[in-house]
Structure formats: C-alpha cells, structure tokens
C-alpha cells in the first residue's frame, strides 16, 4: 500500500521560501502522476502543481512563476519549492499521486481531478 508523508510546512513572512517534501513510500511504477494541492480554510481544496514520468510539469496561475515541482525518481520524493510566498498561499498542502500518467497536463489542475493515493497534509502558514 503506498503511503505518501508531507513535511517541509511552516509559518514564514511574505516574500519568504519554503521546500515541502512528499515521501511515497513502496512505490514500484515507473508510470506516474504527481501533485500538489491545497485547502485554505473556507475553501475548496486545489490543485497547485502536477508532474509526469515524462517530465512534463504544470502549475496553476496564482503560482506560476513563484513555485516548482521537482521529483527525486530514486528515492521517490516529491518536492514543492516555494518562493515569494504570499499570504494568500497560506493553506494545508497535499501530496497526492496516482500510477498511471496524467490525463493531461491542463485536465490535472482541474478542481475534482481524482489521485489515487493522498498524504496527511502540512501546513503553511504566510505571514504579512
């Protein structure tokens, strides 16, 4: 059973950085879909970013520019590298993956796209 373990999140100022991590644990694809999502309180849950075992990567329009995904195929880690955080990031972020490539590159940012296998969470917190 895969279990993917968030970590990285904490509370930092606007304009500050942060590097979540995801640790898929007993991952044998060599197919994959990754992302990043989040909930900020009172809101639906979104997808952030997303990346393909081909490489391909896609990111929604409030932190294009700002944030980047990145995946370590060895060890099966997950990154989000955040960069000029905004109050507005401040949310749970959620790892989420499934073992088929993704739909498409544009579908997996759509709200309600389905991942098979999600972490706990870990929370970010921006400060103005």
């Known amino acids: 059973q895969v279990q993917l373990v968030e970590s990285g999140g904490a509370s930092v100022q606007a304009g500050g950085s942060l590097r979540l991590s995801c640790v898929a644990s007993?991952?044998?694809?060599?197919?994959?879909?990754m992302g990043w999502f989040r909930q900020a309180p009172g809101k639906e849950r979104e997808a952030v970013a997303a990346?393909?075992?081909?490489?391909?990567?896609s990111y929604s329009d409030s932190v294009k520019g700002r944030f980047t995904i990145s995946i370590d195929n060895v060890k099966t880690i997950l990154y989000l590298q955040m960069n000029s955080l905004k109050p507005e990031d401040t949310a749970m972020y959620y790892c989420?993956?499934?073992?088929?490539?993704?739909?498409?590159?544009?579908?997996?940012?759509?709200?309600?796209?389905?991942?098979?296998?999600w972490g706990k969470g870990t929370l970010v917190t921006i400060s103005s």
């Open positions: 989420a993956a499934q073992t088929s490539r993704c739909l498409s590159m544009s579908v997996v940012l759509w709200p309600g796209y389905g991942m098979d296998y």
């Open positions: 990346i393909d075992s081909d490489g391909s990567t």
């Open positions: 007993t991952w044998t694809s060599s197919n994959y879909c």
